[in-house]
């Protein structure tokens, strides 16, 4: 991948991505692969193939790069839900099966150095208490919750109650296996999870 402009011999008049779009993509594989502390402004611009000053006129600092990373992986993650949901027609417990399907698509995103598990909640954990970001992925989880409970609630119309506890009960589920197939390096725990989900939504 290049700067912006337009490229030459066979690909001539094919617009190049612009350096932010190439700096965030460069983002998500270093921090992803090797954790926001460990990866340097150097090797993020390194692997975009663009000057430092580049990244400076994209972003603020570090920081702001990282917010961005949060917020591109949050809009992948909806992307996938969405494609899932879309597959899943209308009935409310395919939708709920959905979230699970897209969690375990993630882990099927062919990282270069192996699945990892949550990408956001690797990032949270690397960042300090009130920063922006872990605000962010909190956000996120709340609202992969409410995606759940928006399900149930249309299997549960008259049970709210029951609803907000289930989809608790099943974030945690979901959380619980991503984190174990993050430790794992594959998606078994996920296909696990979903046919626990599956067993519990049978019942209702």
């Known amino acids: 991948m290049t700067g912006t402009g337009h490229a030459s011999g ?13 700096l965030l993509a ?3 594989r270093r921090f992803y692969a090797d954790g926001i502390a460990a990866t340097g402004i150097d090797a993020i ?3 975009a193939g663009v000057a ?9 600092s570090k920081a702001e790069l990282v917010e961005a990373y949060l917020v591109a992986r949050h809009a992948e993650w909806l992307a996938l839900y969405r494609a899932r949901l879309a597959r ?5 417990r395919a ?5 699970f399907d897209a969690y375990a698509d993630h882990a099927h995103a062919g990282y270069v150095h192996g699945f990892r598990g949550c990408g956001l909640l690797n990032a949270a954990a690397e960042l300090p208490v009130g920063d922006p970001g872990r605000a962010a992925v909190r956000a996120h989880k709340e609202e992969v919750e409410g995606i759940l409970a928006s399900h149930l609630a249309a299997l549960l119309p008259d049970d709210p109650a029951r609803v907000a506890d289930l989809a ?10 991503m984190a ?25």
């Open 168 to 177: 608790e009960h099943l974030a945690f589920l979901l959380e619980g296996s």
């Open 10 to 22: 066979p690909t001539a008049g094919v617009r190049r991505r612009p350096a932010r779009d190439r």
């Open 95 to 99: 939708g709920v099966l959905a979230v």
């Open 180 to 204: 174990r197939a993050g430790l794992e390096g594959d998606d078994h725990r996920l296909g696990r999870a979903r046919a626990l989900a599956s067993d519990l939504l049978a019942g209702l």
């Open 26 to 28: 460069a983002a998500a």
């Open 52 to 60: 430092k000053m580049s990244l400076y006129n994209n972003f603020a």
């Open 88 to 92: 899943a027609g209308d009935d409310p």
């Open 45 to 47: 611009t390194a692997d």
